[in-house]
């Protein structure tokens, strides 16, 4: 799993240490840290903190090709 938009890294290391392999990035909290492919990327809550539209869909286009899988949208209550 790749979390884009990790803040700072907590679903990361939850994951990690439940046995799953994990990794993040973030703008603000890990620009150092790779952004890579992964077979699900997670959006979490990113999109919907992002005000300008342009922005959003860059962040929705460049996550979408990263996951060779699955892309898990923020949840629905967050997008509105």
Do not use: K
Not at 23 to 35: F, K, L, N, R
Not at 65 to 78: E, F, N, Y
């Amino acid at each position: 799993l790749f979390d884009y938009g990790c803040g700072r890294g907590t679903d990361v290391q939850h994951l990690g240490r439940a046995g799953f392999s994990a990794s993040g990035w973030d703008p603000v909290h890990a620009p150092a840290s790779p952004i890579v492919e992964a077979d699900a990327v997670n959006l979490g809550y990113v999109v919907n903190v992002i005000d300008d539209a342009l922005e959003r869909a860059e962040v929705l286009r460049t996550a979408w090709s990263l996951a060779r899988d699955v892309l898990i949208p923020p949840p629905a209550s967050r997008m509105l």
